[in-house]
């Protein structure tokens, strides 16, 4: 018995992308919790930022960057990893969950 998908293709894509777009949305217009960092990271299509260059991608003016970043995380846009580089040496980033990034590179 041959199974066809429920649906096709493109539509579950572009299902994907919308949820996508509107996951980004609620954080900006709903949350309003950096959006100078939220605008950077999306302008320049970031799913990983090492965490010395995280800084300069917040406005001082929203608030405490601490503050933030906190907030991020709590809402799930920013997570903290552990890489471990070919040399053995650990470097720690955040990562913007694919939910959020995975319409950026559609135009």
């Known amino acids: 018995m041959n199974k066809l998908p429920i649906f096709p293709a493109a ?15 609620e954080l900006v217009d709903d949350f309003r919790v950096a959006p100078t960092f939220l605008a950077n990271c999306r302008a320049g299509r970031m799913r990983s930022i090492e965490l010395a260059k995280v800084e300069s991608l917040f406005s001082k003016e929203e608030g405490s960057i601490a503050v933030q970043v906190e907030r991020l995380e709590r809402l799930g846009f920013l997570e903290r990893v552990v890489l471990q580089t070919t040399d053995g040496t650990k470097t720690s980033q955040f990562e913007v969950p694919k939910l959020f990034t995975r319409s950026w590179g559609v135009a």
Do not use: P, V
Request: charged fraction near 20%; aromatic fraction near 14%.
């Open 11 to 25: 539509a579950l894509q572009w299902g994907m992308n919308e949820l996508s777009e509107l996951s980004f949305k």
